[in-house]
């Protein structure tokens, strides 16, 4: 009996872990297709025309998300996670009103803010085709993570962490 636990601990070790890499490698070829050419306009243009200032000292992370895709409410509180360790915009794609994201926001008790993006205007211009997708810039506002896909809390603290290094 006990040898059959061992075993099956064994198996289910390894089935994370090619999940972890599988996942991660994943993520990465998506992100290949991301317009890294418009990318670092988020911090000149484009975020100056929606009245955000980012803050030089912090770590910059950019999430695009939707109220319609499940993969993006299981992952939103490891995104609320970070609200304060980095200056966080998220972005809500093709999901409604300012109330109904609003709605979304209280009903998974989400405390970040929100940029409406009704049209995906935002989301064309950075060729975001996935949700949810995250970029991360470091403290010189340079993109040095791309994320496509689900991201778990660890994972985005880490990545905060790292980039502001």
């Known amino acids: 009996m006990k040898e059959k636990i061992l075993h099956y601990t064994k198996e289910i070790i390894y089935f994370v872990i090619f999940m972890t890499l599988f996942a991660n490698a994943l993520s990465w070829y998506k992100s290949q297709d991301l317009n890294k050419s418009s990318l670092p306009l988020i911090e000149s243009k484009l975020i100056n025309n929606l009245d955000y200032k980012p803050q030089d000292d912090r770590v910059t992370v950019v999430h695009f998300w939707a109220t319609w895709c499940p993969t993006c409410e299981l992952e939103a509180s490891n995104i609320n996670a970070i609200a304060d360790k980095a200056d966080l915009i998220t972005i809500a794609v093709n999901s409604g009103s300012d ?7 209280d009903a998974n008790k989400l405390t970040f803010n929100v940029i ?17 997708t995250t970029l991360i810039y470091d403290r010189k506002k340079n993109l040095v993570f791309s994320e496509v896909g689900y991201t778990s809390t660890i994972g ?10």
Do not use: M, Q
Request: net charge positive; no cysteine; glycine share 2%.
């Open 116 to 132: 409406n993006d009704r049209d995906a205007t935002l989301a064309k211009r950075f060729h975001i085709s996935a949700y949810p």
């Open 156 to 165: 985005v603290l880490l990545r905060v962490w790292w980039a502001g290094l």
């Open 99 to 105: 109330y109904e994201i609003k709605e979304f926001l």
